[in-house]
């Protein structure tokens, strides 16, 4: 029986990656995102009839349980492997973060996991062998200056991520986290509250690498296959890894320094 994976945030970036890597392999995809016009271009790359396209808002618990119902109808009832992927990036001083984008960022980073983890269970739950793998960063291993919000967030998803693989245990569940580092996608070319400068810009004067999203994608098949229950993805997110575990100090030295701006 074909195997059928449903990825939010799939009209471009790591979900588009996602999305082919998982149709080479023959896998059926559900596309979701608000962007019907980037969904579009994700299927073209596709084999013909080997996905569907969903317009989801993941912060809409309705919108959530209707494309789900409809996806589904199309799969046989299964959901293989529910990539929760959607999500935005930001930064900049909190204290000139307006509260609105604050709450933007919690609502779809985080609150759009916590959405699809509850609607995506009952199918999860009638397919033996499935997968939540949810996407945090490798600032959810270690939260930097001028990012606040948006690591809070991906420390929120490494929290349900960890707690959920026990909780599901029972129903055969699993429950991964990939952690990407900077990765090549458009994300990167906004401008973090208060900079002058772009995130790319940024990484870049800091002498930091760009992970291709191939390698996101790969690790989103190995989370499917039994890997690890957090995935850093990318050097300069095992880098962190290393140091958040082995040399907390030291990384928060380096952060004290000031914050190109």
Do not use: C
Request: charged share 20%.
């Amino acid at each position: 029986m074909t195997k059928a994976i449903f990825i939010t945030g799939g009209g471009s970036g790591i979900g588009r990656a996602t999305a082919r890597y998982f149709a080479a392999k023959g896998w059926f995809v559900g596309l979701a995102d608000v962007n019907a016009a980037g969904m579009a271009e994700t299927a073209a790359l596709l084999p013909p009839g080997a996905s569907s396209a969903h317009v989801l808002d993941v912060r809409d618990r309705n919108q959530w349980e209707a494309v789900l119902a409809d996806f589904t109808a199309r799969t046989g009832g299964r959901i293989d492997l529910l990539f929760n992927n959607a999500g935005i990036g930001a930064g900049g001083p909190l204290s000139e973060t307006p509260a609105a984008e604050i709450d933007r960022i919690i609502d779809i980073n985080l609150k759009g996991v916590f959405n699809g983890a509850q609607a995506g269970f009952p199918y999860l739950k009638a397919t033996p062998g499935s997968t939540l793998v949810n996407t945090s960063s490798a600032a959810g291993l270690y939260a930097g200056p001028g990012m606040s919000p948006y690591a809070a967030t991906k420390f929120g998803v490494r929290a349900l991520t960890e707690s959920l693989d026990q909780e599901w245990a029972e129903f055969g569940i699993r429950v991964r986290a990939i952690m990407p580092g900077f990765i090549d996608t458009p994300l990167l070319d906004v401008n973090p509250t208060g900079s002058n400068h772009s995130i790319r810009e940024t990484v870049r004067a800091r002498g930091l690498e760009f992970t291709p999203v191939e390698q996101v994608a790969e690790a989103v098949w190995n989370a499917f296959h039994g890997g690890p229950l957090f995935m850093p993805v990318g050097k300069t997110a095992r880098r962190i890894a290393f140091f958040s575990r082995w040399a907390p100090g030291f990384l928060r030295r380096q952060g004290r320094t000031k914050v190109v701006r």
